[in-house]
Antibody
Framework: QVQLVESGGGLVKPGGSLRLSCAAS????????LSWIRQAPGKGLEWVSY????????NYADSVKGRFTISRDNAKNSLYLQMNSLRAEDTAVYYC??????????WGQGTLVTVSS | EIVLTQSPATLSLSPGERATLSCRAS??????LAWYQQKPGQAPRLLIY???NRATGIPARFSGSGSGTDFTLTISSLEPEDFAVYYC???????????FGQGTKVEIK
């Protein structure tokens, strides 16, 4: 069965950096595009970033552009999100999700990132 | 940027009742509209894609409809496990970006 497992969240000070990982299993990882989506405490869902199956195309929400970098390693079945210059408003649960056409058909359980001094 | 507006914000219903959730887009979107269910402490789950197609394993009591700017998620008869928050979502074509509505909470009356 499809599984996505995020890791790497934690407490970081404003201006700091963090790298999230998402380990995938149960499907041919290199065949699928992927995304990161986040949810601030008590708030709705916000798409963060997208990467195509072969890493040729990447895109970011305006709120993170220039600070976050998405990448993947198809040999390791892993997705990453490098987050730099973190702000308090980046505090959220971060989900990795498999992209199928326009939708997100499988989601991980999420990892919490807290940006606070 | 297309904005998705969901209504109502909260829907108070009893088990067995019919739930009708609305998602309105600020401009016409393709049929690529999806719906998700999220329960407390859990990740969202895909319910409906391409406006009206149920995802794998989703019960038939969930249905989606609509076109243009107005879309609806209907739960024909609420089961206890259906009380949750529901989000609509659409994708903007190239460069790909995605937008979610702000959510509708279906709570037990």
């Amino acid at each position: 069965q499809v599984q996505l497992v995020e890791s790497g969240g934690g407490l970081v000070k404003p201006g700091g950096s963090l790298r999230l990982s998402c380990a995938a299993s149960g499907f041919t990882f290199s065949d699928y595009d992927l995304s990161w989506i986040r949810q601030a405490p008590g708030k709705g869902l916000e798409w963060v970033s997208y990467i195509s199956s072969g890493s040729s195309y990447r895109n970011y929400a305006d709120s993170v552009k220039g600070r976050f970098t998405i990448s993947r390693d198809n040999a390791k079945n892993s997705l990453y999100l490098q987050m730099n210059s973190l702000r308090a408003e980046d505090t959220a649960v971060y989900y990795c999700a498999r992209v199928r056409a326009e939708r997100f058909d499988y989601w991980g359980q999420g990892t919490l990132v807290t940006v606070s001094s | 940027e297309i904005v998705l507006t969901q209504s109502p914000a909260t829907l108070s219903l009893s088990p067995g009742e019919r739930a009708t959730l609305s998602c309105r887009a600020s401009q016409s979107v393709s049929s690529y509209l999806a719906w998700y269910q999220q329960k407390p402490g859990q990740a969202p789950r895909l319910l409906i894609y391409d406006t009206s197609n149920r995802a794998t394993g989703i019960p038939a009591r969930f249905s989606g409809s609509g076109s243009g700017t107005d879309f609806t998620l209907t739960i024909s008869s609420l089961e206890p496990e259906d009380f949750a928050v529901y989000y609509c979502q659409q994708r903007h074509n190239w460069p790909y970006t995605w937008t979610f509505g702000q959510g509708t909470k279906v709570e037990i009356k």
